[in-house]
Every structure is written in C-alpha cells, then in structure tokens.
C-alpha cells in the first residue's frame, strides 16, 4: 500500500503549485510544554505534521515548495546523546525522509534554515504557535520593512488556512482509524455499565473510562466528561464532583484517541437502570432530534439545515413539556429553542476532536466530510415538569457519495430500555 503521508504531501504540492502566486508551506512539530520546572505536559505531535509526515518527532520542520528541484524538505536537529540518555533515542529521521522523498537538513538554527528555503516566494502558510520554528520564521518575516524582504515572501498566511482544505476531507486509512476508536470508545462505555449505580462518584466512572482507554492502547481524545442530574446542564462539565442518584440521567461525553485519530460520543445512561416519565420523555425528544438531524446528513446540504431540522424537532418536544408556548414556525423564527440548545449541531471530527473546519452554519456538507450530530437540551433550573438536568446525544458521522455512515452506530447503544436491562441484569 502507497504511504498515506506521501500522498498528502503530493495533494499538497499540487495544491500550492496551483496558486496563481509562487506559494511554500512551512509545518514543525509542537514545541514541549512545561507543566512547572522540569515536569512536561505529556507531549503530541502537531496534528498538521502527523497528518503529512506520520511522525511523532519533536523538534522537526516540514517545509513544501512546489517550484524547487527539491519540494519537500525535513528540517531536524543534529543527533543529542546526552537528551537520549535521558528520554530515549527518537524513532530515526532518515528513514522517514526517505518513506517521503524529502530531502533532510541537519541544523541547530531552523529558523534561519526556512528563511533560507523561502527566497523567491511571494506567499508562504506558516503556523503561529508560539516557540515552533514556523512560528519563528514568521515573526522574522513579519518584522522585516519590504526593503530588508528583498526576495521573501511579503504574504503570510496561517498554515491552518492551507491545511483545512486537505484534512476536512478524511480519506480511507483515517476513517478507519475513527471507527476504530469508536470500537474502544463504545468498550469502555459498555464496561463501565456495572459502576453505574447509586452513591458513585463521577470521577470514579470516569477514571474507569480513561482506564481502559489506556489499557486498550488508546488515549482519552479529550477530558471525559461525566455529568449526572444537574451536572449535565454545564456544557463542558469539568469537576466530576457529584454522585449519582438512583433514577437520574447520566450523560458521558467521551472518545478515545487511537494512533492520533479521535471519536467522540455522548449517551445518556438511566442511573440503577430505571429513570422518571418526564427524563424519559426528554430523551426520547433529543434522540427524535438526533435521528432526523442524521437523516439529512448528505452531499449539498447546508450545516444549517441539519441544525435547523434538529432544533425544529427540539422546539416541538419544548412545546409538548410545556417549557414553551405557542406556534412552533413562530417559536423557531425567535429562536426560543436557544436558552436550552444553545450550542451548534455538531462539528468536524479527525485528528483534532474539533478538527479543521469550516463547520460555520453557511457551510456545506461534502463526501469525506465526518460530522459529529449532538442535539442537546439543557435546564439548569427546573422548568416545566423536568427537574435541572441536561441531554445529549453525540454519534460521528461520515458524509458519503449518497447519504452518509454513523461510524459509531455499532459502537453502543441508545436505547435506553436496553441500557436499563443492561444495568438492572
Ligand atoms: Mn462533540
């Protein structure tokens, strides 16, 4: 099988070459972060640079130039024996400059190196994160007056603008790996079932979630959110500091991240197996939404339209709880779903949870686009006959050449009578 990377690569050259201006693209990788003194945040590859090169190489700068004799360019330090001893030999470069027909620049002074590469350029795509050599050469580049560019590029442009346009459209290999993570995602939920019981604590369910995300090769794509009863009315519910009561809903927001490739799912689990009329007519409503928001999933339709499916469905379920009166054309054209939706219908889903966009409401859905569907409502009083609570219901996505793929479908289920079974057994 041809190397994924290379192919991007090549996508990208031609991408550039295309530009009616001579164009570059500079990418490195993350810088390391301290947490304090010489504690490190655990360190990941910059997505941009995983996704064109497969590496997870610190210190290295991907440089693409359409127009030269040689396009593709690895820039890496020179080898470091004593930071090996400490942190252990990196994977080899050579090898990798190889797999990708790139030639390799061995230097201390990378900046200096891609300001070097960029003569002759009019534009070039350069990332801004602080301490990268991209972002060293773009603030080079931007402190210059035109007389000291001389023949370097006056235009600077983000990388993330370049890079978007190739990585919203996921090919084969990386719906794959979504799906697989996906898999591990629904594993964890089906083997933190049993925990899920009356008096324990959030954070125990979700270190078990995170816990065999690890055992299972993968890492959490982002912090498991863990939310029952009034918790879950907090969008991005961070403490897990509550316990859970019998009959209450119980919301997880989780995905595993496997070989840099994340999922992201959200149920709502009955605690002890059983839930009240009125939670269980809320989310009957949310997953109404849901479903008729994943059936207008294809190629040409608006991001806007999906939304609006769902929040039309959303309104009427407001309207039968009481929460909101009046005719729903009306309700909608206010907008009176917003105090309890009050978040988008989903979002681009790849290496980066919320991956490269456009997921703005004008734009278009697109095959190989993967969209996560999250219709939520949120009550953080109580209102009507529910008390405060929230519900979510997240799946990912494909968007297909006729319609689209839930990638999750099979990962678990939402069924909640099952779930109740599940749980009561
Ligand atoms: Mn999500």
């Known amino acids: 099988m041809k190397n994924p990377h290379a192919l991007r690569i090549k996508k990208a050259l031609t991408l550039l070459k295309d530009a009616p201006r001579k164009e570059a693209l500079v990418i490195s990788s993350n810088p390391s972060v301290i947490r304090s003194r010489d504690t490190h945040y655990p360190y990941r590859a910059n997505s941009d640079l995983f996704y064109f090169t497969g590496s997870h190489a610190e210190d290295l700068t991907l440089v693409l130039r359409p127009h ?25 470069i050579k090898p990798l400059a190889k797999a990708l027909k790139a030639g390799l620049l061995t230097t201390h002074e990378p900046v200096k190196q891609i300001i070097a590469l960029l003569r002759g350029h009019e534009a070039v795509y350069l990332q801004s994160i602080e301490g990268t050599p991209s972002a060293g050469a773009k603030l080079d580049l931007s402190s210059r007056s035109t007389p000291l560019l001389r023949n370097l590029p006056a235009t600077l442009v983000d990388a993330e603008q370049f890079t978007a346009r190739l990585r919203l459209f996921k090919d084969p290999s990386e719906v794959a790996r979504i799906k697989e ?41 982002f912090g498991t959110i863990v939310a029952s009863g009034a918790s879950a009315a907090t ?24 070989d840099m490739y994340a999922s992201d799912i959200t149920r709502m689990i009955p605690v002890g197996g059983t839930t009240s009329p009125e939670l269980r007519d809320l989310y009957d409503i949310v997953l109404r939404a849901q479903l008729i928001a994943i059936k207008k999933v294809r190629p040409g339709v608006r991001m806007m339209d999906v939304f609006n499916a769902a929040a039309r469905e959303l309104t009427y379920g407001l309207k039968y709880l009481g929460i909101l009166n009046g005719n ?44 996560t569907i999250e219709p939520g409502l949120y009550f953080s009083k109580p209102a009507g006959p529910l008390p405060a609570c929230g519900v979510r219901i997240e799946d990912d996505v494909l968007v297909t050449t006729r319609g689209h793929e839930v ?19």
Request: hydrophobic residues 45%; proline residues 7%; without cysteine.
């Open 68 to 92: 030269a004799a040689d396009p593709v360019i690895l820039i890496a330090p020179p080898e470091d024996k004593v930071k090996n001893m400490w942190d252990g030999a990196p994977a080899p």
């Open 181 to 221: 993570a996906a898999v591990i995602t629904g594993g964890a939920l089906q083997n933190v079932l049993p925990l899920i019981e009356a008096g324990v604590a959030e954070r125990e369910i979700g270190a078990f979630i995170e816990y065999f995300y690890k055992v299972h090769g993968a890492e959490p794509a």
């Open 235 to 258: 969008l991005h519910y961070r403490s897990l500091s509550r316990k859970l009561k019998k009959g209450e809903l119980l919301l997880i927001d989780t995905g595993a991240e496997l």
């Open 328 to 371: 729903v054309s009306q309700l909608m054209k206010k907008g009176a779903f917003k105090p309890y939706f009050p978040h988008g219908i989903g979002h681009s889903l790849g290496i980066d949870v919320h991956d490269a966009t456009p997921t703005g409401q004008e734009s278009i859905l697109e095959k190989g686009m993967v969209i």
């Open 407 to 425: 990638l999750t479908a099979n990962a678990f289920t939402k069924d909640i009578d099952e779930l109740g079974m599940l749980i009561t057994r």
